[in-house]
Each structure stands twice: as C-alpha cells, then as structure tokens.
C-alpha cells in the first residue's frame, strides 16, 4: 500500500458524460501529479499541483481540468468524454517536488467510455 | 520539454539470465532518475532510483548506471527470476517543486522458465 488514494476504482461511463476522480495523497505529501495510461501505453502526464497550487501542466486536454483543496486531496474533472479517453488513470504524490522525494502511485482510477 | 526515450520495448530473458533496459533523456537540467516497475493492472512501483550526483547505485540484484554526459541511464537486472517479469518504466526529472517526472515508454520484461 502506497498511502495514495484513489477513488473510484472501476468507472463506466457513456460518451459525453462527466466523471469526477478523486485522490488523497500519502500523509504530509503537498503536491499531487496526474497520469492518464491508455491500453499497453507509457504514462503520459496530465498535471501537478503543489500544496493547492497549479504547477506544472502536461498533455492535458482542455475538457479535462483538475484542483487540489486545502487539505490537499485532489479531484481530476474529465468532461464530455470520448471512447479514447477510457484509460487508467494514476494519482501519485510526493513530499515536494520531485527534489529527491519519491513518487508514489494510487492504485488507479479504471475508466472505460462506452 | 524532457523527452526520454526507452529500448527495448519487449525483452525476454531465460530465468538466471541478465536484463538490460537503456533510457535516454533530453534535458541537460534532468537530475532525477527513478525507474518503476508495475505489473498487470497494478500501479507502478519504485523499484531504484539515482541521483545525478551518482554514477552507479545497487540494490541486491537491480542496479542503475547513469552518465550524464552521454544523457543516458540503464536498468540493469541480475539472475533474473520469474516474478521479475512486469512492464519496466524509466523517468527523469528535474529537482524543484513545479517538477514532474518524464516516463518512457516501457519495456516488457519476460522470464521464461
């Protein structure tokens, strides 16, 4: 167990639909990362908020957005969704940065556009 | 941005047998290289990482090399067993708090009997 995570496990859902993705991150961890990971693909990185704060943005799409609250636990917003967008979705965090601070992964939100 | 490429994509190795897995980074700020390892369905798990300040570190029978100047790094796996087969990941990047991590696009290591 990683201490990260994520809620829901498994999501079916129809094209066009919005569906919420929620993270908590390890205890005391203040940025959380976002990773989408298509069938038999890398992990292609969405974004990175750091203690509520957006700080770096990958290949995210524009209907997909994202937000990490006070007390630090993360939603990623994915909205008018397409039968690509059915992948795995990972939350990872870490103490800071990448600074020498391991990342650690959720055990992934499964989300399959029908 | 960074722009880490991994080889080979699939490797099969008979069990006692060693792996290699090579990974090139781009950019020169990189400083950071951890490799994952994650099996089916499963999320992806630290399994080493080294610093630039490192040349080589070990740990049992996985080690990492990195050189710098060439911007390359590789996985090394010794005696190989069978439950060392999953997808392999390698990543890179730059120390600070707006960092992220860069992967490459995986190699699947198989251990055949």
């Known amino acids: 167990d990683s201490g990260v995570t994520q809620t829901p496990k498994h999501l079916i859902t129809a094209t066009g639909q919005r569906v919420t993705l929620r993270c908590s991150p390890r205890?005391?961890?203040?940025?959380v990362y976002w990773y989408q990971q298509s069938l038999d693909q890398g992990l292609q990185f969405l974004i990175q908020y750091y203690n509520g704060e957006e700080r770096a943005k990958g290949n995210i799409l524009e209907r997909f957005s994202a937000q990490q609250f006070p007390d630090l636990h993360s939603e990623l917003n994915l909205s008018s969704l397409e039968l690509g967008d059915s992948a795995l979705y990972f939350c990872?965090?870490?103490?800071?940065?990448?600074?020498?601070?391991?990342?650690?992964f959720g055990e992934g939100s499964w989300l399959t556009v029908v | 941005g960074e722009n880490v490429e991994q080889h080979p994509s699939t490797l099969s190795v008979q069990e006692g047998d060693s792996a290699v897995i090579k990974c090139t980074y781009s950019?020169?700020?990189?400083?950071?290289f951890p490799w994952y390892k994650q099996e089916l369905g499963k999320r992806p798990q630290l399994i080493i990482d080294?610093?630039?300040?490192?040349g080589e570190k070990k740990d049992q029978r996985i080690a990492v090399t990195l050189n710098k100047t060439a911007k390359h790094f590789s996985l090394h796996i010794t005696e190989t067993q069978p439950e060392d087969s999953a997808v392999y990941f390698c990543a890179a990047g730059a120390t600070g708090t707006a960092s992220k991590l860069t992967f490459g696009t995986g190699t699947r290591l198989q251990v055949m009997l």
């Open positions: 950019d020169s700020a990189s400083n950071y």
């Open positions: 080294i610093r630039s300040n490192v």
């Open positions: 990872a965090s870490s103490a800071e940065g990448i600074s020498g601070n391991t990342i650690y």
């Open positions: 205890s005391g961890d203040l940025s």
